[in-house]
């Protein structure tokens, strides 16, 4: 199963670029040679005609529902690909300001709550879990942390130097 949405677009516009050949429909034949590899194709020479195995290309012809869905979904992949073309998080941006001026492009960071000294435990803990969350794609394969996760995500300290270990 394609997990990219980028190599599902590209796959599924080959699968289009090749639908004009199938209209032609020739049977496509499958045999090995002495050589032993895997041969395909549409004309089969008089040596392998009887160990080559052949189908009609036909029975793989998409319907012209099945081409409007197939192009349909290739245009989503392809849209969503060019709208989130990596798999880390985006900050979210602020909404517009009161007087109805575009803000300059600010960041919302998570948790958008911060720690101070009258913050009870319980919340404490909950926003060093968001916290730790919002942190963990911009980790690399070592543990270190890339600094443009400084950009979407705060700092909790930790709270068990004033909470203790945390009581499940």
């Known amino acids: ?11 599924a516009v080959m699968a289009l670029a090749l639908l004009p050949a199938a209209s032609v429909a020739a049977p496509v034949c499958r045999w090995v040679d002495e050589a032993g590899r895997t041969q395909i194709s549409d004309v089969v020479s008089e040596r ?3 160990t080559a195995t052949c189908s009609d ?4 012809e998409l319907t012209p529902e099945q081409r409007r869905e197939a192009e349909r979904r290739a245009a989503e992949d392809k849209a969503r690909a060019r709208r989130q073309p990596t798999d880390t998080p985006k900050a979210q941006p602020s909404k517009a300001s009161a ?5 300059s492009e600010a960041t919302v960071k ?3 709550e911060s ?3 009258a913050t009870d435990c319980t919340t404490w803990w909950r926003l060093y879990d968001e916290s730790a969350e919002c942190f963990g794609p911009f980790r690399t394969t070592r543990g270190a942390i890339k600094p443009e996760a400084f950009d979407s995500c705060n700092v909790i300290p930790s709270p068990d130097l004033k909470c203790g270990p945390r009581r499940n």
Not at 1 to 11: F, G, I
Not at 57 to 60: D, E, L, N, V
């Open 115 to 117: 720690v101070n000294d």
């Open 110 to 112: 998570r948790p958008t």
């Open 57 to 60: 290309s036909k029975a793989y």
């Open 1 to 11: 199963m394609l997990s990219n949405p980028s190599a599902r677009a590209a796959l």
């Open 99 to 103: 007087s109805g001026a575009a803000s």
């Open 48 to 50: 392998y005609r009887q």
